[in-house]
């Protein structure tokens, strides 16, 4: 088991979340066409329920998206990935007004908006400022948590014949790059998402996920996001709904390996993971 790195704290809206105890973060798609079907949420009763599962199996954060990011998703306008997220921050807002938001935009004027409008605590960006060369100073300006993840392309193009010259190596060279850059414009709270799945094949994926522990030479979070993912029915057969005992062991895997954050879709079998993980490391003595 991973022995646990010093204690990480981002600044959430005014309060300390300590990540030296892994955060479950869980999936909420205000889209039609999401890769995993349970996670479409498009109706008002339907995004309210969807959020009181999130926070009564024990997610501490919802991650809110209108984007999807599946290979060859279809490419939607600014304006319609905000009017969806208009109506589901609405509804948060109103259910859950002390619930911690994190938006999943690559857009900078979404993030800008869905913060200072609507409350949104952390922006989680899958093409780290790749896709709008404003996003850096756009959450340095806004001083929210951000977190950045590496994708290789496009959500259009990732998935075509992906290649690395070293793979680990040239992860850890775009995020030194980048946290570099992020640093030199003030960002404090900076997460990492090796980004399991976008621009990588089945074998990348669990290389990344052999080397997970490898990423704590940033002394950053790293956040985990395998859930329901190709990786897991593409090595075992069958489809995302049939993967979540898949989902289960990578995540486990990982906290072993030190994440920070698992997102996920099924939020009780992650929380029950990051019990029994740290109940391991107590009786490990790695917690001392």
Not at 95 to 112: M, Q, W, Y
Not at 218 to 225: K, N, R, S, W, Y
Not at 232 to 243: A, E, V
Request: aromatic share 6%; glycine share 8%; charged share 25%.
């Amino acid at each position: 088991m991973m022995k646990p790195i010093s204690p990480t704290y981002i600044n959430v809206k005014g309060r300390l979340l300590d990540l030296a105890t892994p955060q479950v973060m869980g999936i909420l798609n205000v889209t039609p066409d999401s890769f995993y079907s349970g996670s479409r949420m498009q109706t008002e009763e339907d995004i309210a329920a969807r959020a009181r599962q999130i926070l009564d199996e024990g997610a501490s954060i919802i991650d809110i998206g209108a984007y999807s990011s599946r290979a060859n998703a279809e490419h939607i306008s600014a304006e319609e990935e905000m009017g969806r997220l208009r109506t589901g921050l609405e509804i948060l807002n109103r259910n859950h007004p002390e619930a911690i938001i994190s938006v999943d935009t690559f857009r900078a004027d979404v993030a800008e908006e869905c913060v200072k409008d609507y409350g949104v605590a952390i922006i989680n960006d899958i093409a780290a400022g790749e896709m709008d060369h404003r996003m850096f100073q756009t959450v340095a300006d806004l001083g929210v948590p951000y977190i950045m993840m590496h994708m290789q392309g496009t959500p259009q193009s990732m998935q075509k014949e992906p290649s690395y010259d070293n793979l680990i190596k040239d992860i850890f060279l775009y995020f030194a790059r980048k946290v570099q850059q992020l640093r030199d414009l003030g960002v404090k709270d900076i997460i990492l998402d090796p980004g399991f799945g976008f621009g990588k094949t089945l074998e990348h994926n669990y290389e990344l996920m052999a080397h997970l522990e490898e990423f704590h030479i940033f002394e950053l979070p790293v956040l985990v996001g395998v859930s329901r993912k190709s990786m897991i029915y593409r090595l075992l057969g069958g489809t995302p709904q049939d993967s979540l005992n898949g989902t289960t062991v990578l995540d486990t895997v990982a906290l072993m390996k030190g994440a920070h954050i698992l997102r996920v879709h099924d939020v009780r079998e992650a929380v029950e993971a990051v019990r029994i993980t740290e109940k391991l490391k107590i009786e490990s003595g790695y917690d001392k």
